[in-house]
């Protein structure tokens, strides 16, 4: 019994553990060196048309600048942003030739409160088990 509970314990403590790999992602979002950069603009234009527009989307243009907009049109050429700030800005349009990153915004509202609430909660009930769990293995 102690040795299921233990390992149980074990399990439980090293689950967290487990390194996130972002190496696929991250190397997408900063350019795969086999690509061109016809290929590039290719894929960007295709997905820059499905987005909806309205949506707010985080940007990184190839010279290195990253913000966050509002997505107003897109064509075929050229995407118009509404920058996010606390002043307001003109729209800006953005040829998709010099656009490196465009993505939606997934952090925006309270997700980011949301996360923060779920793993705290994930954490105390983790905890509350293992407690428990020790203290079912010490009585004998």
Not at 7 to 20: F, N
Request: proline letters at 4%; charged letters at 20%; hydrophobic letters at 45%.
């Amino acid at each position: 019994m102690r040795t299921v509970v233990y390992g149980l314990i074990l399990a439980l403590s090293t689950v967290a553990c487990a390194a996130r790999s972002t190496t696929s992602h991250r190397a997408a979002r900063d350019g795969d060196a086999t690509w061109g950069e016809a290929e590039r603009v290719a894929v960007l234009r295709q997905y820059v048309e499905r987005l909806p527009l309205g949506g707010r989307v985080r940007v990184q243009t190839v010279d290195g600048a990253r913000w966050s907009a509002t997505l107003l049109s897109a064509d075929h050429e050229r995407v118009v942003l509404q920058p996010r700030g606390r002043l307001t800005e003109p729209a800006r349009a953005i040829p998709i030739a010099s656009l490196l990153l465009i993505e939606p915004d997934s952090q925006s509202g309270n997700s980011q409160l949301l996360k923060a609430v779920a793993v705290g909660v994930a954490t105390g009930a983790a905890t509350f088990v293992t407690m428990l769990m020790i203290a079912f293995a010490t009585i004998d």
